[in-house]
């Protein structure tokens, strides 16, 4: 199995405006429809899927920033919004997606989970997804960053969670997913896809807070503490 990667042509088309705000790609009826086939492949699958241990996960009673490397979302994502929905008692997840073609496929699949998207990245539409994400988290809700994605480099972690967490004053939870068994897809971070009864492991690290007045000295040993964080929680894989 390969999963694409997205090229960056040199002569990319302008993104259309409307407002003077960049749209994103939006999911095409073909994208909606595998979309679907592939929410139902994995509902099937991920109810034979087993948490051990199968510990209660704990998050703070506050908006939340939850930090995971790009390759464990097919686990992180649908593991989060579950646990936060029974904690919160309503669905509060919005996962920040690339505003690309390929982002637009994954933007479909975490709506069919229930998964509020937020389109853009540092390339493409970063300042507009920026404060969406801040508008969301002062609604009262939740966030799911990867700080590797969408490109890389692997379990590289970037600064926009500890912005955004300066920002809003969010914490930002580490969540580490490991899984026993799995596929490796051909992609930058070789994407890891659990398969049928596997046994996947989820921690939740100590929060990290940036102070509002933090310098960008104090923010990049805050970014190396999470990196650091996310590394442990791998186990070496």
């Known amino acids: 199995m390969t999963a694409p990667v997205p090229a960056a042509p040199p002569a990319a088309p302008a993104r259309p405006r409307v407002g003077g705000v960049v749209v994103p790609h939006q999911p095409t009826r073909g994208q909606r429809l595998v979309a679907w086939v592939v929410v139902l492949v994995i509902r099937l699958v991920s109810a034979t899927w087993r948490r051990r241990p199968a510990t209660e996960l704990r998050v703070p009673d506050e908006p939340t920033i939850f930090a995971l490397w790009h390759n464990r979302l097919a686990v992180g994502v649908p593991a989060s919004r579950k646990f936060l929905r029974r904690l919160r008692g309503r669905n509060t997840l ?41 508008s969301w988290l002062r609604q009262g ?14 379990y590289q972690a970037r600064e926009g969670a500890l912005v955004l967490a300066q920002l809003t004053g969010a914490p930002i939870i580490p969540l580490a997913c490991r899984v026993r068994w799995k596929l490796r897809l051909k992609s930058w971070d070789r994407f890891q896809v659990p398969l049928p009864f596997a046994a996947y492991e989820i921690d939740l690290h100590e929060p990290i807070r940036v102070p509002r007045g933090a310098t960008p000295e104090e923010r990049e040993q805050l970014r190396r503490q999470l990196e650091a964080a996310l590394r442990a929680g791998t186990g070496g894989d």
Do not use: M, W, Y
Request: charged share 20%.
């Open 141 to 154: 809700n939740d966030v799911a960053l990867t700080p590797d994605g969408p490109r890389g480099p692997c």
């Open 94 to 134: 919005a996962a920040l997606i690339s505003a690309s073609r390929d982002g637009a496929l994954l933007a479909a699949i975490v709506e069919e989970f229930g998964v509020h998207p937020i389109r853009g990245s540092s390339s493409r539409r970063g300042g507009q997804a920026l404060k969406e994400l801040v």
